[in-house]
């Protein structure tokens, strides 16, 4: 892993116009990302995690232009991105790729498999050879586990983790340096995600590809990431290696979140103090003023009201916006894995 930065992203927006009325006027806005900023260093898996709304997805669409941002900064590999359009952008389409959450719901129905997967191809005008795309294709089922015997097969006629293995086969068709997964393997059966894993992991280190990860398996994540973002109502709220967020987190909504996730050892489990979190996410339409979080806070004060927390340096290395972050006594209280005793 380098540790150049292929991909620096500053401030980034993106907002939603809310309509209502005869006329659909804009009565209002949608803060689906709010000032996001990170590093993802070359041949690093970064992983996005938070509750469902917070911001994740829109995130990965941005970085990949799927979406428009509001406002900030992309670079990818020394370029900036954010307004890129036309030819420029149909060439970056090469260089970043995207798994998508569903399986069942990425492919096409009407098309073959090979047809699927050879459809980058055929946009970027390679492997122009009939029999040559089609060797290029098989190539690639092959190398993700599927019979390349079966390219003439239709999605439907595969089960969920093939369907996965074809997107996987797609995304990796172009060579590309980074690849966006969105819940990759959320749609699949616990027995399958341990494969597909293992498969992004094979390819990660073959390829050389940098990873962005995002997922609400918080175990999943602790396997694949080398870091770990979290976010909370559109802003990163802690940012720190796999290994520091699980055994010492900062925000004490990242110690919430490690508090509910399960531990297979009895005698861990039982001296484990859950921390419930009271309350509902806030619209994102109406975000609190001050720290987001506070209306869940149990740690909460009168500055968490009113002044919003910078992402700062806190002990242990952790990057966290907090203005009382978790001391090593709350983090063994709430996180058993931090006691020093493998789960």
């Known amino acids: 892993m380098s540790a150049e930065p292929i991909m620096r992203v500053r401030d980034l927006e993106k907002h939603f116009p809310i309509r209502g009325g005869v006329l659909q006027r804009q009565v209002g806005t949608v803060r689906a990302v709010d000032g996001v900023s990170f590093d993802v260093p070359r041949g690093e898996t970064l992983g996005l995690v938070g509750e469902s709304g917070c911001g994740k997805s829109t995130t990965a669409r941005l970085l990949l232009r799927l979406l428009e941002p509001t406002a900030g900064s992309i670079d990818f590999d020394g370029r900036e991105i954010a307004r890129l359009g036309g ?17 069942f719901s990425s492919l096409n129905p009407r098309k073959t498999v090979g047809s699927i997967i050879s459809d980058p191809f055929a946009i970027h005008g390679l492997h122009t050879g ?6 290029a294709v098989q190539d690639l089922m092959d190398r993700v586990g599927l019979n390349p015997e079966h390219y003439n097969r239709y999605p439907h006629q595969f089960s969920g983790g093939q369907r996965q293995r074809i997107g996987v086969a797609r995304a990796i068709a172009l060579r590309p340096k980074l690849i966006v997964a969105d819940e990759p393997v959320s749609a699949l059966d616990v027995s399958i995600q341990a494969q597909v894993l293992n498969l992004l992991r094979e390819l990660q280190r073959d390829l050389g590809l940098t990873l962005i990860f995002i997922a609400h398996d918080l175990s999943v994540v602790r396997h694949m990431c080398d870091r770990i973002a979290v976010m909370y109502l559109g802003r990163i709220y802690e940012l720190a290696t796999s290994e520091q967020l699980y055994a010492h987190p900062r925000m004490p909504y990242t110690g919430a979140l490690m508090s509910a996730v399960p531990v297979p050892n009895p005698r861990l489990a039982a001296s484990k103090r859950r921390q419930v979190l009271a309350g509902d996410v806030p619209s994102p339409s109406n ?24 992402l700062t340096v806190k002990e242990g290395g952790n990057l966290a916006a907090c203005h009382f972050p978790l001391s090593d006594a709350e983090v063994l209280e709430r996180v058993p894995t931090a006691r020093g005793v493998k789960d």
């Not at 975000?287 to 910078?310: D, L, M, N, V, Y």
């Open 130 to 135: 009939k029999g040559e795309r089609r060797e």
């Open 87 to 103: 030819r420029d952008l149909k060439h970056l389409r090469r260089e970043m790729q995207m798994i998508f959450q569903d399986p």
């Open 287 to 310: 975000p609190p003023p001050g720290c987001r979080f506070h209306t869940r806070c149990w740690k909460a004060q009168q500055i968490c009201r009113t002044e919003s927390p910078e």
